[in-house]
């Protein structure tokens, strides 16, 4: 895989298609796996790690799974953070050490990442709320590649994984959600305490700290131990419907009581973004929600909500160095990323007056 | 618990210790922010791993004698680098720890048994012959014992052959 092309691209899981799109970006499901016959990677020499990724390789090919294997080894910091803005690996896998990769499935829904914290985290993502089909294509990846190893498992405490967080299952299952209208109404800290009591955490769009960038914020389950994968999926499925509910309340709430108010964010958010020729990442971040929110309203009409969910990842750090071909100072960064902003959204407002 | 100053549920919860006096105060979102209070934060994700943090340092602290000094004889993994670095060095711990680990997942999970999927081959970890093989095969090398280390590294790529 050539990463330049993937500043070109994008993932699959960005469509903004499929079941409740307007409010759920996309549905993730990952499971933590690891061989019987190795100690977990943080205390795995670096020969071992070696046979480990040699074997994890060995058994994608066998298994006849089209993944294009990339060693983070031997990507540059550029790269490898370009990888972490596309949600293809962790943090965790780009500053780690010694050998360790990724493989990476032709439309980014699939991505297998090898010397993580555990052996293998295997990753599915399908834009938006479709846990079930995800469980689906993630179940079988799994046994896929089981048929060509031994997972270290045990009968009492199931799939056995480098913390015992993450113990039976090994499933981390996921949904992200964009609520602005909840955001700005605050209500969100009482969504949050409800799903603290469920279990249920809650993260940004990249992972830790409370400021969520954009209005994305991420719900995943906490127990993996002693419950099935198929309960802990229904957990979640009956939970985020009633949060979609809930900000789908609150954006009708806003938008009946101070119409014009809202079209006025939205509008001007929409200007500043046709017209600034420098703006940081969070201030885009926090515009592009406003935007993204206008045109699910219909407030916005010359738009494609795929362009926004793209703008989202295209203009973060990594991407925008990779799209400029040269590495940029924040300075620079702004103007660039004014830049990329005018002309992706100036070609998609062409595009709709075309169709018109 | 209802708020001190109003009827509505409280969701602040704060204690401090004032001239050895402990106060505490339960408010309500829009009471916190009227007394200059603003409600915490949510919780970061780490919810559950602060939870076994905790767990860790409680039970290692009530079995000092016996488990601080448990090592896993497969990774060389003792309790107590667990209890400071909170990841497990092999599948084998998970039995070498098991006293240890049992209530820490009864409470973090609330559970202790797996249910759901299950893989078609099932090697007992402990018993993975190649996992003591290699652990045999750390310690030659850390005695610069490389003559053994020789043999084993054949042995292993024997067992990888039959497979
Ligand atoms: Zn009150
Ligand atoms: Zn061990």
Redesign the interface.
């Known amino acids: 895989m050539n990463l330049d092309a993937l500043t070109r691209t994008s993932g699959e899981w960005l469509r903004g298609t499929g079941p409740e799109s307007d409010i759920v970006i996309c549905s993730r499901i990952r499971l933590a796996r ?1 061989l ?5 990677t ?2 795995a ?1 670096d020969t ?1 790690k070696t046979e480990i990724e040699r074997i994890c390789r060995a058994t994608m090919d066998k298994a006849g799974l089209e993944l294009d294997y990339q060693s983070v080894v031997n990507l540059d910091t550029l790269d490898r953070q370009l990888l972490v803005e596309r949600q293809l690996i962790s943090r965790e896998l780009s500053t780690g050490e010694g050998p360790r990769g990724v493989a990476i499935g032709p439309r980014e829904n699939v991505s297998v990442m090898v010397n993580e ?1 555990d052996h293998l985290r295997i990753q599915v993502m399908n834009s938006g709320f479709s846990l079930a089909d995800v469980w689906e294509q993630i ?1 079988i990846l ?2 896929q590649i ?1 048929e060509y190893l ?16 993450n ?3 090994g ?1 981390r299952v996921g949904v992200m959600l964009h609520l602005p209208a909840l955001a700005n109404t605050k209500q969100i ?1 009482k969504v ?2 409800a799903l ?1 009591k469920l ?1 249920l ?3 940004g769009l990249y992972g ?1 700290g ?1 400021q969520a960038d954009g209005d994305f914020y991420q719900i995943s389950n ?10 802990l999926i229904r957990n979640l499925s009956e939970v985020v419907p009633q949060i979609i509910n809930y900000e789908r309340q609150a954006r009708q709430e806003w938008i009946g009581q101070r119409r014009q108010h809202l079209h006025d964010q939205v509008s001007r958010a929409y200007g500043v973004l046709k017209t600034a020729h420098t703006i940081s990442s969070s201030e885009t971040m926090h515009l592009l929600s406003s935007v993204r929110m206008g045109v699910n309203l219909g407030l916005i009409d010359d738009l494609e909500i795929r362009t926004v969910n793209e703008l989202f990842i295209h203009t973060q750090p990594a991407h925008l160095q990779k799209i400029q071909g040269e590495p940029l100072e924040v300075d620079e960064r702004n103007i660039a990323r004014a830049g990329y902003i005018r002309r992706r959204l100036a070609s998609d407002n062409q595009a709709a007056e075309e169709r018109d | 618990m209802t708020c001190q100053r109003c009827s509505r549920e409280a969701s602040v919860h704060l204690s401090e210790t004032v001239d050895g006096q402990r106060r505490e105060l339960h408010l309500c979102g829009p009471c916190a922010r009227k007394a200059g209070l603003t409600p915490p934060d949510p919780p970061p994700n780490a919810a559950l791993e602060a939870i076994v943090d905790h767990l860790i340092v409680q039970h290692v602290g009530e079995l000092v004698g016996e488990l601080a000094k448990t090592s896993c004889p497969l990774c060389g993994l003792k309790f107590m680098d667990f209890r400071t670095g909170g990841r497990l060095g092999c599948p084998n711990d998970y039995e070498a720890f098991a006293t240890g680990l049992l209530p820490l997942l009864r409470t973090a999970h609330g559970a202790s048994r797996h249910v759901g999927k299950i893989p078609r081959k099932r090697t007992p970890p402990s018993r993975s012959p190649r996992l003591r093989l290699r652990a045999r095969l750390r310690e030659a090398i850390a005695r610069e014992d490389y003559e053994l280390a020789a043999t084993i590294r054949d042995q292993l790529r024997q067992e990888d052959a039959d497979q």
């Not at chain 1, 019987?36 to 977990?40: K, Q």
């Open positions: 690891n019987a016959d190795f100690p977990f943080n205390r020499s071992e914290e179940n799994d046994d089981e031994h997972y270290a498992f045990n009968p009492q405490l199931g799939y056995l994984t480098a913390c015992p967080t113990v039976g299952t499933i800290e949050f305490r603290h279990n955490a809650v993260r830790e409370t906490q127990q993996t131990l002693g419950k099935s994968e198929r309960e």
